[in-house]
T-cell receptor, first 114, second 114 residues
């Protein structure tokens, strides 16, 4: 079945450091790929998405490129801020019986220190 | 933000008691989902609905049932709660309008089974 593997955390960075969170996937067909972010005590928010190979999703300074040849969707940000501290989830959407279903990675907790 | 509310937001109950969680949406989206979030597991799909009275099982459906009698409400029931069902439960919605498969999440319900 479909699966998502993302780097285990926690990840601790200093403010203004470069961030990479690796995500690879296994799926049949051509799934859409997502990054969701969860701030403490809150639900998940969509951060960015890409729907086909070589698409780049971007939002709030975060970027991720859909690489079909390496089945990857790594999340990057050039300069992190304390406010980026959160848990980040990589996910893919696959079609099922009458719906799309999301398969999530286990999440990577990011802490940014001043 | 998508109009999704969950109730209750917190609940403590005892083993063997029935529990019902409610998800309410104001977006008129066709698809609704229930996930549970546990440390080290990310989010896992419990059940989903693709229309009124149309539901199907997800990855971790044992011990849970759902009902959807109208578009805006999706109920998750634990017939006889067990300690292994202590978790944070998230509802999500999607429309698939225009082919988009993005899901939007509610704020979550923290359930503790003693």
């Amino acid at each position: 079945g479909d699966s998502v593997t993302q780097m285990e955390g926690p990840v601790t960075l200093s403010e203004e450091a470069f961030l990479t969170i690796n995500c690879t996937y296994t799926a049949t067909g051509y799934p859409s790929l997502f990054w969701y972010v969860q701030y403490p005590g809150e639900g998940l928010q969509l951060l960015l998405k890409a729907t086909k190979a070589d698409d780049k999703g971007s939002n709030k300074g975060f970027e991720a490129t859909y690489r079909k040849e390496t089945t990857s969707f790594h999340l990057e940000k050039g300069s992190v801020q304390v406010s980026d501290s959160a848990v980040y989830f990589c996910a893919l959407a696959s079609s099922g019986a009458g719906s799309y279903q999301l398969t999530f990675g286990k999440g990577t907790k990011l802490s940014v220190i001043p | 933000d998508a109009g999704i509310t969950q109730s209750p937001r917190h609940k403590v109950t005892e083993t063997g008691t029935p529990v019902t969680l409610r998800c309410h949406q104001t977006e008129n989206h066709r698809y609704m989902y229930w996930y549970r979030q546990d440390p080290g597991h990310g989010l896992r799909l419990i059940h989903y609905s693709y229309g009124v009275k149309d539901t199907d099982k997800g990855e971790v459906s044992d011990g849970y049932s759902v009902s959807r009698s109208k578009t805006e409400d999706f109920l998750l029931t634990l017939e006889s709660a067990t300690s292994s069902q202590t978790s944070v439960y998230f509802c999500a919605i999607s429309s698939l309008a225009g082919g988009t498969d993005t899901q939007y999440f509610g704020p979550g319900t923290r359930l503790t089974v003693l």
